[in-house]
């Protein structure tokens, strides 16, 4: 390693990381690490990509992603043509970078712990290669105390060296929402958690001149590690105190969306209340995984945690409620499920993403092929081999094959490609008196009903 990012004086780093002379190894180039590296060198930054999969190397090293996030296809074809990014599965290539940064998976495991043996692989192979002046970051969502009694005593006993004294050593929690994921990794503040101060200091350099952000430094890595978990279990919990006000506002046959907007001008505790808008479902890596994580802890520290297993139980519910309605809806028509015709559209957890993984539309689908209905799914995100893993029907490749003849329309993920189509025209194309079943509450009511759809959203 020609230079070294940790070790030197705060002048000395800032230099370093300013003429981006400081390589930058991106170790698990899944979702977030595909982002980082390809945002990282689409900045200027020379950035090897690690990861133990062939197929994903040779796919970067061509200039190609599988992920459906938008820009970011992009962003990896142009920085591979350019010489910028490129992928390997040889751990040896973080000698030639100054910063590792790791991304690998923590999925949960049957009682719900978190299974942390990627992170234990990579930190042994890290370990085998890494040098003095080396800043290893870790960002996988990993329970409190992991970076210090688990990475650190690998890489410690693999290497020879000492984590801040030799090496710098932190977390910094990854917080991107998938479909803005480009965007907000030059715009949200970096939690920084690190060993000692040396290894702060060196991130927070990194960060500000290479992604523009600025840095929030906490004490050590476990409060970095519990601040991803925190803002995740908030996320879950608000978007279930949504999801009853949306029952609650179904009976009442008012509107949840008013409801929240009008509620969300009230000033409190220094910003106005922020009240999420209810949905058909939580679904994706992290929202599903992380509040149960919070939970496993509380057990294993001796606790009884409500919120976390609360939070999962509520939005775990809306599946099943969502394919109620539909079922309401439809008997209001004077049909039955079983003899309708049911168009899906939209099978991603999320809106404007093609990501299946945990996605809630998956049960509404579920209950919708035991009916024995005749079912349609469209989705311009998804690809096929990652549609298979929600559905065995085959997509329909457009929108107007897919709502032909329809009896429902059930919007289940809000892609921006669906409102490209004018209603009036889907309109005409389903059967009369076509329910329109808005699971995400993208799409204006009044006009749903004005072009002749019997209009029902989460809560509307």
């Known amino acids: 390693m020609a230079r070294s990012a940790f070790g030197r004086s705060d002048a000395e780093i800032d230099l370093l990381v300013r003429g981006m002379r400081s390589g930058i190894a991106v170790v698990g180039f899944g979702y977030i690490g595909t982002v980082i590296g390809a945002v990282l060198a689409d900045r200027g930054w020379p950035v090897t990509g690690i990861d133990v999969r062939q197929s994903v190397v040779d796919d970067i090293n061509v200039g190609k992603t599988s992920i459906a996030e938008p820009g ?12 910028r990014l490129r992928a390997t599965t040889d751990f040896g290539a973080i000698v030639d970078n100054d910063f590792v940064i ?49 990475v650190r005593p690998i890489l410690e006993e693999a290497s020879g060296l000492r984590a801040g004294v030799d090496f710098g050593l932190a977390f910094c929690p990854e917080r991107l929402a998938e479909g803005q994921a480009v965007h907000e990794l030059t715009s949200i503040p970096v939690v920084v958690g690190a060993v000692d101060e040396r290894s702060a200091r060196a991130c927070a350099t990194l960060w500000r001149h290479a992604l523009g952000v600025d840095s929030v430094i906490v004490d050590d890595p476990r409060i970095a590690e519990m601040v991803k978990l925190a803002d995740n279990m908030w996320v879950d919990l608000n978007i279930a105190m949504a999801n009853e006000l949306a029952k609650v506002c179904d009976k009442l046959e008012i509107d949840a969306l008013q409801v929240i907007s009008a509620a969300n001008t009230m000033p409190k505790g220094g910003s106005p209340v922020n009240i999420l808008r209810p949905s058909m479902g939580v679904g ?33 519910t809306m599946p099943a409620y969502t394919y109620g309605l539909l079922t309401q809806l439809l008997a209001d028509q004077g049909k039955t499920i079983e003899n309708s015709k049911i168009a899906v559209l939209g099978i991603a957890f999320k809106n404007n993403t093609g990501d299946c993984r945990l996605t809630p539309t998956k049960y509404v689908v579920d209950l919708l092929e035991e009916s024995g209905c005749q079912l349609s799914v469209h ?82």
């Open 102 to 150: 790791v991304n690998v998976g923590t999925p949960l495991g049957p009682d719900y712990e978190p299974i942390v043996d990627d992170i234990k692989d990579a930190a042994w192979a890290l370990g085998e290669h890494l040098q003095p002046g080396h800043v290893v970051i870790l960002k996988s969502t990993v329970p409190p105390g992991t970076t210090e009694t688990l």
């Open 284 to 316: 994706g890596y992290c929202l599903t995984k992380d509040p149960w994580f919070v939970n496993h802890l509380g057990e294993s520290l001796g606790l009884h945690l409500e919120i976390p297993r609360t939070s999962r139980t509520v939005n775990d």
């Open 72 to 83: 970011l296809g992009e962003l990896v074809a142009e920085t591979v043509r350019i010489g």
């Open 379 to 460: 989705d311009p995100w998804v690809a096929g081999e990652e549609a298979e893993t929600v559905t065995k029907i085959p997509l329909t490749p457009d929108i107007e094959t897919a709502v032909k003849d329809a009896d429902a329309l059930v919007v289940l993920a809000g892609h921006r490609e669906f409102h490209h189509v004018l209603l009036g025209r889907l309109a005409e194309l389903t059967a009369a008196g076509c329910v329109f079943l808005d699971g995400r509450n993208s799409f204006d009511p009044a006009a749903a009903r004005a072009a002749g759809f019997v209009y029902k959203g989460i809560g509307r």
